[in-house]
């Protein structure tokens, strides 16, 4: 049994400058369901994928549109900045869990809604392990946190009709039904520089990271999430929260530290217990001073940055623009405290950018 869905990334959590479709890469884009990230369950097989959507405007920049596939290759390996858009997914169920479904039976029926929960749930979970990882590792924020129905928002056929776009594969026909167990409702509630370097971004080296960790189960830390949510505060441009939200990740990152130590030798462990008991600035500095990838002038930003979050709490200080520097040097120093596989800071507060490769060469 085959099942697809498509999922809109994009959030209703964060106001940014401009809307973005997804997460964003980088001089590469994934060459669609070829180049697919595939999870194994008990049930069978989740594979996930980008597609290469859009045009190219006068400007030769690319633009998203779901409705196009204009894309070229080699203008791709030049583009700063190209967004994703909507996850794409496929469920390959195993024989064993099918049920007797036709055309008929796909609205208003027990069963149907009894395999639609479990068809949901299913999808719910695989795609939170991707959703994670984009997030809290590769720094993608401004995606959608997660699917998970909600009936009090909507009921069960308006999620997989308008926010899953489930569809159900016909084999006899050889057609695709759309899966939609009862008529849909909801409840609805009304409520930038451009950058030379786009590195960080999902580049096609940092892809492969990406489904290495897809691959590997892994789960980003509760520490990694604090870190990338204090940056998310950071990048909508609330200094004075920022600031004090990236000392307490460096109270969790100090602790998952001395945890980490303790657990490669307790006989050291004991040792470092002893400069537990200092401030924070004095513990990062005993960490980092010898840091072979730290400078001394970064630490001393990071130093500041304590500073000025002791300030904000104990003197009503407010915090200047050019205090963003040092606040960004201590989220990166938190980073490499946590020591996650990989961690990244974006902002999605960007323009784009063409790379001018010169002239051919014959």
């Known amino acids: 049994m085959r099942l697809s869905f498509v999922i809109d990334l994009r959030s209703s959590e964060f106001k940014l400058i401009e809307e973005i479709q997804g997460p ?12 697919n990230v595939e999870l194994k369950f008990e049930k069978g097989v989740a594979k996930f994928w980008f597609e290469r959507r859009g045009y190219i405007d006068e400007s030769g920049l690319i633009k998203y549109d779901f409705n196009k596939k204009e894309l070229k290759e080699d ?40 395999f639609s929960k479990s068809i949901v749930k299913i999808i719910a979970l695989e795609t939170q392990k991707i959703l994670d990882i984009l997030r809290y590792n590769f720094g993608h924020y401004w995606i959608i946190e997660n699917i998970n129905w909600d009936s009090r928002k909507c009921n069960l056929g308006f999620h997989c009709k308008n926010l899953l776009h489930l569809k159900l594969f016909d084999e006899e026909n050889a057609i ?33 990271k990406f489904k290495g960790l897809v691959n590997q ?18 990048d909508s441009g609330d200094l004075e929260k920022a600031f004090i939200d990236a000392v307490t990740v460096l109270e969790i990152a100090l602790d998952k530290y001395y945890k980490s130590i303790n657990n490669k030798s307790e006989k050291i ?3 470092f217990n002893r400069i537990k008991d ?8 005993n960490i980092f001073i010898n840091h072979d990838t730290v400078a001394t002038i970064d630490l001393e930003a990071a130093i500041d940055a304590i500073d000025i979050r002791n300030k904000i709490v104990h003197e009503g200080y407010t915090p200047r623009h050019d205090d963003k520097v040092k606040l960004e040097v201590l989220l990166k120093l938190n980073s490499l405290l946590i020591d996650e596989p990989f961690s990244n800071l974006i902002s999605s507060n960007t323009g784009n950018s063409l790379e001018n490769l010169g002239p051919s060469v014959s």
């Open 24 to 35: 964003l890469f980088s001089k590469f884009f994934p060459n669609n369901n070829q180049d």
């Open 75 to 114: 203008l791709i390996f030049r583009q700063g900045i190209i967004q994703g858009g909507p996850l794409f997914g496929e469920l390959i169920i195993s024989s064993n869990y099918q049920t007797n479904l036709t055309s008929q039976d796909l609205n208003n029926n027990d069963d149907i809604m009894q």
């Open 176 to 208: 695709w039904l759309d899966l939609v167990p009862e008529s849909p409702r909801a409840t609805i509630n009304l409520t930038s520089k451009i950058s030379s370097d786009f590195s960080d971004y999902l580049t096609e080296k940092n892809w492969l």
């Open 217 to 234: 189960g892994h789960s980003p830390s509760f520490a990694q999430k604090q870190l990338i949510k204090a940056f998310i505060t950071l």
């Open 269 to 271: 462990g004991k040792l």
């Open 278 to 285: 200092i401030g924070n600035k004095e513990q990062l500095s």
